[in-house]
């Protein structure tokens, strides 16, 4: 057994084992971890520095999973399964898919999207990886997929490796990517054979999943630096929740932590709508008020894209704060910085296609003269 697959086994699956290792009452969680299965794994445990912090949050049952909000809550917001052409697949956007290739996580996240299926028995099957491969190769518009689930790390090397041989044999298949909280969640998970393993499938992309800077320790910024070292370029994704990383100093913090260890912020999610997550629901003028604090502030490459996941599968749709544009005719575009000054643009005169392109369209109220 490797080292990673021993960090599994003695992750916290059970409702004693939690009671003794963090005095969470067995009984008060009981129903909610048969029904949503519960994993932390032994480094994530360690970050756990007091009851109710950040991590404890994001991996810990709480009966509040019971309560669910059901007039805007569903099994399934995004509509993943109206989506499915074949079975693990999910084709929204013209150009890309999205593919489940395991059940299983590092550890069991409480707000998780997909919380109606993750940590249930089920990896992608070979007739079912067929069908994937046959399905990409009619549709000769798909030049991106991006591997999901659950985890795509969660599996042995050789099972990753049957998944990315099939679709590197599919000619307009541009770039691969994956999706894991793996490198945050179980860093030993990335070990050199893994690298070297995944190396052989570029242009590969990763995104990563991290939440609040307390899961950025040591031994995560070295499974960033292997992968980064591999010639992966990495982004991050992380998923705004109340009483976790609602407040833009932790987001600051997080995001110029991530471009230390050389990850580069790619989205913060509004909450999406799912069953049993109601608590970690943030209100959106917080997520605003968060980018707002970030852009002009730190490093443009450490501000992600803030995105409401549009229910129904209407996907990702960026939230921009509306008053940087305030004003914009045939001569002049006027706009606002970080520090909220006025700034004149002079604009090329439109020609004459462009004039009936695009009529003109008039922005906010008439601006006070800025100068
Ligand atoms: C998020 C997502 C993608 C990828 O979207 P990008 O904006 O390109 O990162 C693709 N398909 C589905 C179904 C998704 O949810
Ligand atoms: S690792 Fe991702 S897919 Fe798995 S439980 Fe957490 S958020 Fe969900």
């Known amino acids: 057994m490797e080292q ?40 994530v445990l360690a970050q756990i520095k007091e009851n109710g912090d950040a991590l404890w949050k994001q991996v810990v049952p709480s009966p509040e999973e019971e309560t669910s909000d059901a007039a805007c809550e569903m099994e399934d917001p995004l509509h993943e399964e109206k989506d499915s052409p074949v079975p693990n697949l999910v084709h929204r956007y013209p150009d890309r898919v999205l593919l489940f290739v395991t059940n299983q996580c590092p550890i069991y996240c409480r ?45 042995v090397d050789f099972l990753l490796e049957r ?10 298949l541009e770039i691969i990517r994956i999706g894991t909280r793996v490198p945050g969640s179980l860093p030993s998970r990335i070990t050199e054979e893994l690298c070297t393993l995944l190396k052989k499938y570029h ?45 833009p100093e932790t987001m600051k913090t997080l995001m110029k932590k991530l471009l230390a260890i050389r990850v580069k912020p790619y989205y913060i999610y509004q909450a999406d709508l799912v069953q049993g997550t109601a608590h970690f629901r943030t209100r959106v003028e917080k997520g605003l008020k968060i980018i707002s604090a970030l852009r002009g502030h730190i490093s443009g490459m450490a501000v992600p894209h803030y995105v409401i996941d549009a229910p129904q599968g209407g996907g990702k749709v960026a939230i921009l704060p509306q008053e940087t544009l305030l004003y914009i005719d045939d001569d002049e575009v006027i706009v606002k910085n970080y520090e909220e000054k006025l700034f004149k643009y002079p604009q090329p ?11 003109l369209t008039l922005y906010m109220a008439p601006h006070q003269d800025s100068d």
């Open 203 to 247: 242009p590969l992309y990763m995104n990563l999943h991290f939440n609040h800077p307390s899961e950025i320790t040591p031994e995560v910024a070295k499974a960033c630096g292997m992968l980064a070292d591999a010639g992966i370029p990495l982004g991050s994704q992380t998923v705004l929740m109340e009483g976790i990383n609602d407040d």
């Open 111 to 155: 707000f998780c999207t997909r919380k109606r299926f993750v940590g249930s028995p089920g990896t992608l099957t070979p007739e079912n990886l067929k069908q994937v491969v046959n399905y990409i190769q009619e549709h000769k518009e798909i030049r991106d997929i991006i591997l999901s689930g659950g985890d795509p790390l969660m599996v």
């Open 349 to 359: 005169k439109p020609t004459e296609k462009e004039a009936e392109e695009s009529p």
């Open 163 to 172: 998944v990315l041989k099939a679709l590197r044999e599919i000619d307009h």
């Open 4 to 43: 990673w697959q021993k960090d599994l086994k003695a992750s916290i699956h059970d409702v004693e084992t939690l009671e003794k290792e963090l005095g969470v009452p067995a009984d008060s969680v009981r129903d909610i971890v048969d029904k949503y299965p519960m994993r932390i794994t032994p480094h």
